[in-house]
């Protein structure tokens, strides 16, 4: 089945700097890889997401890039704010039945001002 | 509010005995999922159910088991319980069969064994 990996498990930045987080997954049938975002004593929320079609995605300060070949994606966040706090999983799967979202560990994501 | 309702919020018990979670998909989804959150482990797939039918099996548990009725609430059974079942479970649902879109989750079930 799919495993996923996250690294690193905890990042710390200044305010306005960039924070990458990246994943990498072993089953080379996924096609679907999204970011959650969970804050603290959140449930866990989308925040974007690519498809196996498509390289790199933007939306606002964040962006998402994709390397088939390699089978690893990241997170980029740009202009780093407090509000970004949070816990990130990066999750795969595929379109075959009876696959399933599996999520990595999650990066603790601490933006200070 | 994600429109997933879990109950109980939470739930303290003693080991050896036996709880049940409950879920209520969103208006319309027929795909639930179930996951547990555990300190480092991250979101750990359990199970998933689509229109009544289990879709997709992870690391469940054996003492552990799950269904979906005809109205689409879910509901996860864990029995014999342990220390270690001390976690955060998560309901979460989607429109789609496949775990290829969104997933709205609910606030969780925050499990306590003593």
């Given at each position: 089945g799919e495993n996923v990996e996250q690294h690193p498990s905890t990042l710390s930045v200044q305010e306005?700097?960039?924070?990458?987080?990246?994943?990498?997954?072993?089953?080379?049938?996924?096609?679907?890889?999204?970011?959650?975002?969970?804050?603290?004593?959140?449930?866990?929320?989308l925040i974007i997401d690519i498809r196996s079609n498509v390289g790199e995605k933007k939306d606002q300060r964040i962006a998402v890039t994709l390397n088939k070949t390699a089978k690893h994606f990241s997170l980029h966040i740009t202009e780093t704010q407090p509000e970004d706090s949070a816990v990130y999983f990066c999750a795969a799967s595929a379109s075959q039945a009876g696959t399933a979202l599996i999520f990595g560990k999650g990066t603790t994501l601490s933006v200070s001002s | 509010d994600s429109g997933v309702t879990q109950t109980p919020k939470h739930l303290i018990t003693a080991t050896g005995q036996r709880v049940t979670l409950r879920c209520s998909p969103r208006s319309g989804d027929l795909s639930v999922y179930w996951y547990q959150q555990s300190l480092d482990q991250g979101l750990q797939f359990l199970i998933q159910y689509y229109n009544g039918e289990?879709?997709?099996?992870?690391?469940?548990?054996?003492?552990?088991?799950?269904?979906?009725?005809?109205?689409l609430h879910s509901e996860l059974n864990l029995s014999s319980l342990e220390l270690g079942d001390s976690a955060l479970y998560f309901c979460a649902s989607s429109a789609t069969s496949g775990a290829t879109g969104e997933l709205f989750f609910g606030e969780g079930s925050r499990l306590t064994v003593l």
């Amino acid at each position: 089945g799919e495993n996923v990996e996250q690294h690193p498990s905890t990042l710390s930045v200044q305010e306005g700097d960039s924070a990458v987080i990246k994943c990498t997954y072993s089953d080379s049938a996924s096609n679907y890889f999204p970011w959650y975002k969970q804050e603290l004593g959140k449930r866990p929320q989308l925040i974007i997401d690519i498809r196996s079609n498509v390289g790199e995605k933007k939306d606002q300060r964040i962006a998402v890039t994709l390397n088939k070949t390699a089978k690893h994606f990241s997170l980029h966040i740009t202009e780093t704010q407090p509000e970004d706090s949070a816990v990130y999983f990066c999750a795969a799967s595929a379109s075959q039945a009876g696959t399933a979202l599996i999520f990595g560990k999650g990066t603790t994501l601490s933006v200070s001002s | 509010d994600s429109g997933v309702t879990q109950t109980p919020k939470h739930l303290i018990t003693a080991t050896g005995q036996r709880v049940t979670l409950r879920c209520s998909p969103r208006s319309g989804d027929l795909s639930v999922y179930w996951y547990q959150q555990s300190l480092d482990q991250g979101l750990q797939f359990l199970i998933q159910y689509y229109n009544g039918e289990e879709r997709a099996k992870g690391n469940i548990l054996e003492r552990f088991s799950a269904q979906q009725f005809p109205d689409l609430h879910s509901e996860l059974n864990l029995s014999s319980l342990e220390l270690g079942d001390s976690a955060l479970y998560f309901c979460a649902s989607s429109a789609t069969s496949g775990a290829t879109g969104e997933l709205f989750f609910g606030e969780g079930s925050r499990l306590t064994v003593l």
